[in-house]
């Protein structure tokens, strides 16, 4: 588990299933995420993926919630899809996150990002992590930039304009 001033970040469980889908069903979330909202299946195997992730790497997807109130506030993390995509990026984990529209514009995606990051040069290897970004998502790129990630290449994605975002780890 992690800890910021404001959140708590644990890895995700089956009881997560009806917040997690509350928030993939949404277009407002989709929109720069694969464009259609998810179905209750769909979502479901994101779960499930994302608890086999954990069995598999030493890193996936984490339930963001308020530390106060426990009430969920979205999904964080870092990963590693095998994407297709040029330049690969199939050596570095690939950071990502997601707020539910309810907690967006407080920042909790950034302080989430740089628990998960903190963690992350903590306990990973990791010279580099990497993120996607749609051009279209202003929001994920401000945030992108404030948790120190910098643009390092411009691609397609399934067809679609995206950014790649670079950070170096940063040794103390």
């Not at 209750?40 to 954990?54: A, F, K, N, P, V």
């Not at 506030?73 to 095998?82: C, I, P, Q, T």
């Not at 202003?138 to 691609?155: H, P």
Request: aromatic share 10%.
């Amino acid at each position: 588990m992690i800890e910021t001033e404001r959140l708590r970040l644990r890895r995700v469980r089956p009881d997560d299933y009806d917040a997690s889908y509350a928030m993939w069903s949404d277009p407002r979330v989709t929109e720069f995420i694969g464009g259609l909202p998810s179905t209750r299946q769909q979502t479901w195997m994101r779960l499930l993926g994302g608890i086999g992730h954990w069995t598999a790497l030493p890193y996936g997807p984490l339930v963001v919630e308020e530390a106060a109130t426990g009430t969920f506030v979205g999904e964080v993390g870092l990963f590693h899809f095998k994407r297709d995509i040029a330049p690969s990026i199939d050596e570095f984990p690939e950071a990502g996150w997601v707020c539910s529209p309810a907690m967006q514009g407080r920042g909790y995606a950034t302080e989430a990002m740089q628990g998960v990051l903190q963690w992350a040069d903590a306990t990973l290897e990791a010279p580099r992590i990497v993120a996607i970004i749609s051009e279209a998502n202003v929001a994920s790129i401000r945030v992108a930039e404030k948790i120190g990630f910098r643009e390092c290449a411009r691609t397609t994605f399934n067809g679609l304009p995206v950014l790649l975002f670079e950070r170096v780890r940063t040794r103390s």
